[in-house]
Structure formats: structure tokens, C-alpha cells
């Protein structure tokens, strides 16, 4: 059994991985967000240029026609640099709901468009992952009215794509009357979220069928979160690693010790097996459709906790100077907060893939306890 990347896999991940090493850096990080969260243009150029907003829109339509699994090979990288861009809801999540819901000609006018890079497209799915009080939308009469909380997209974003609570899927022109767009401040300023108020907004329907397509595009959206988060863990041990290699205290290297020895040991031997995890999500994704709402769940619940784990002992091995702005480690230690939360805390995400397993847990248990945001 040959269980991991391809030569075309790894080629992309090194290019992408040096394209990012040129254009990312805590100084620069730090600079671009000191008026709050932003959308890094440079490096979203940079992503069209190298093809990758087309990774999963079909040949017919300009793309290249792959799997989620490249996708979350790019997020992996954006998250490791916690590079502050909108890719999952303008290149990947968008070019799923618009391949699995949209018709022809909706397709044909929005999906070439974001391979070009010239559509920017917020998606709001966080209700669906997580019942938030005073949070809903509903559709009456064809009209869609409510609020939906943490829609991640750019703060130019053309396009709204959400579900509605009948799991319906929607596009909604900016513009459109009847939306009101409000910026929010998270833990993460690396990416930009948003409060949407819809007053009676009439949307354009792109799915009919009830659930499917959602949960579809929710397991998405929750294995790209993953993957996000593996690669800001693995940023923040490689940092850790490499502290307690060049740190002395009492003529020696803090490394030698111990009990930073085993720190560092302990976060590798966790971290590891996550990779594995997130590939095999991604490949069930495509190839597995009837496991996909139970493996996003546990990888997503997995990495989230994985990830706390090492953003807690890798600034504990950087010592009093983990904690401050100068290193930037909180950057990676928020982003890897953040992803822990949206889209489903670890365990609500374990209530449901125990009820995509058939362990009878009833989903009115899992609405009434979404009644708080776990």
C-alpha cells in the first residue's frame, strides 16, 4: 500500500512552501495587522499566479480539475506561516458548493472567474457547525432573512455563499439589498470575519436538496480548519525545537535538559500521526463519500486538541519570552485557538460523528446542546 503524497504533491508543497518563505515574516505580520485583521494581496497574486484557486474547479471550467487533498496541502502551508488570506472560502469552499450545487450557468459565470483570481467569496457556515443564540437564517417565501456570526472571507469579498437552516445553499451579490455586512474582531487577526444581517434579501438558490450538499460542504470547510491547524502546530514545534537548540541557562543549552528534551519529544510524537489523519479525511472526502461527516469530525476534533496541546508546550519551552510580541508566537497560538473553535468545538464534534456512526445519539440532543457555543 502506498499511503502518501505524489511526485506532482510534493513538487507543489516545495514550491509553495519557498513562494511563502519569501513573502511572509513576523516583522511584515506584525506590520500588516497593527490596524486589525487584513487580507494579504500580495500573496493571494501570488496564489493565482501559481494556479492553486483553480486546484478544484473542473478542466471545463479553467481549473485543474484535483482533489481536496491538494487543497488542504496549500492550507497546511498558509496556516504554518499563518498567512493572513481568505484561500478556503474564496478558492476551495466556494468551487465546492458551485460544483455540487450550482447549474450550468451559474457555474459558467462564477467559476472561471476564481480560477483568475477576480472573484473574492465569504462563506458563512458557522451556524450550521455550531447553533449560536440569536444566530439563524431562514427562507420565506424565497426571501432569506437572519444573522449569520464568523463568516470568514476578504473584506472585498463580491460574493456571499451560506446555508440556510432547510440546508439549502445560497449566492448572494454583496450589494444586494437587505445585507449588511459588520467587521468583527476575533482572537485571530490573521483572517478577516464578519457579522451579515439579511433583512428580507433575495438570494439566488443554488441547491434544492436538503442536507447533502451542506454537510458536504461543512466536512470541507472542517478538514481544511485541520489542516490549517497542523500546520501552525508544526510551526510552532519546529520554533520550539529550534529555541531549546540555540537557549542557554547555566552554561547550557536548555535542550539538554530533560525535561525540555521531553517536551519537545512529547509534542513531536502527537503531532505525527496527525498527518496521516488529515490525508486519509481529505482522500475519504472524494473517494469515501459516506464516511466524510464522521472522519472531518474526528480530525477536526483530533487536530484541534493536538494543536492546543503544542501551542501551550511550545511557548512554555520559549519560557517568559513565548509570551511576548517580540518572538509572535501568540500569531500561531491564536490562529490554532480560533480554528479550534469554529465549525464545531472538539466535543461537539465527537457527539457527531458518534451519531454518523449509528450510536444512536438523536440530533435533537445535538441541537439542544448547541445552545451554547462549544
Not at 13 to 24: I, K, M
Not at 75 to 83: C, D, I, N, P, T
Request: hydrophobic share 45%.
Amino acid at each position: 500500500m502506498d499511503f502518501g503524497l505524489n511526485e506532482q504533491q510534493r513538487a507543489m508543497q516545495e514550491s509553495f512552501a519557498a513562494y511563502l518563505d519569501n513573502v511572509t515574516s513576523v516583522e511584515k505580520l506584525r506590520a500588516s495587522l497593527a490596524e486589525g485583521p487584513v487580507h494579504d494581496l500580495e500573496i493571494w497574486q501570488g496564489i493565482v499566479d501559481m494556479g492553486l484557486t483553480g486546484l478544484l474547479v473542473p478542466e471545463a471550467y479553467g481549473g485543474l480539475g484535483l482533489s481536496l487533498l491538494d487543497a488542504v496541502l496549500v492550507q497546511e502551508l498558509l496556516g504554518s506561516r499563518v498567512a493572513p488570506v481568505a484561500y478556503a472560502p474564496a478558492a476551495v469552499l466556494a468551487t465546492v458548493a458551485l460544483v455540487l450545487a450550482g447549474s450550468e450557468t451559474q457555474k459558467e459565470q462564477w467559476l472561471p472567474a476564481i480560477v483568475r483570481g477576480n472573484l473574492q467569496v465569504a462563506v458563512g457556515l458557522s451556524d450550521a457547525g455550531g447553533v449560536r443564540e440569536g444566530a439563524a437564517l431562514t427562507s420565506r417565501q424565497g426571501k432569506l432573512s437572519g444573522r449569520l456570526l464568523l463568516v470568514e472571507g476578504a473584506p472585498d469579498a463580491q460574493l456571499l455563499i451560506c446555508s440556510c437552516d432547510e440546508g439549502d445553499i445560497y449566492a448572494i451579490p454583496r450589494e444586494a439589498a437587505g445585507l449588511e455586512w459588520v467587521a468583527l474582531r476575533t482572537i485571530d487577526d490573521t483572517r478577516c470575519h464578519w457579522e451579515v444581517n439579511l433583512q428580507e434579501v433575495n438570494p439566488e438558490l443554488l441547491s434544492a436538496a436538503v442536507g447533502d450538499v451542506a454537510s458536504r460542504l461543512l466536512s470541507a470547510g472542517r478538514i481544511l480548519h485541520a489542516a490549517d491547524t497542523l500546520g501552525a502546530a508544526q510551526s510552532m514545534l519546529d520554533k520550539a525545537v529550534a529555541y531549546a537548540g540555540e537557549r542557554q541557562q547555566f552554561g547550557r543549552l536548555i535542550g539538554s535538559f530533560q525535561a525540555v528534551k521531553h517536551l519537545c519529544a512529547e509534542m513531536a510524537a502527537e503531532l505525527e500521526p496527525c498527518r496521516a489523519l488529515l490525508w486519509y479525511a481529505a482522500h475519504a472526502y472524494d473517494t469515501a463519500p459516506a464516511e466524510h461527516v464522521m472522519i472531518a469530525c474526528h480530525t477536526k476534533a483530533h487536530l484541534s486538541e493536538t494543536g492546543s496541546f503544542i501551542a501551550r508546550t511550545a511557548t512554555e519551552v520559549h519560557g517568559g519570552m513565548g509570551f511576548t510580541e517580540l518572538l509572535g508566537l501568540h500569531y500561531w497560538f491564536k490562529r490554532i485557538g480560533c480554528n479550534r473553535q469554529l465549525l464545531g468545538g472538539p466535543e461537539r464534534l465527537r457527539e457527531e460523528a458518534a451519531h454518523a456512526q449509528g450510536w444512536g445519539l438523536p440530533p435533537s440532543r445535538i441541537a439542544l446542546q448547541g445552545g451554547g457555543y462549544r
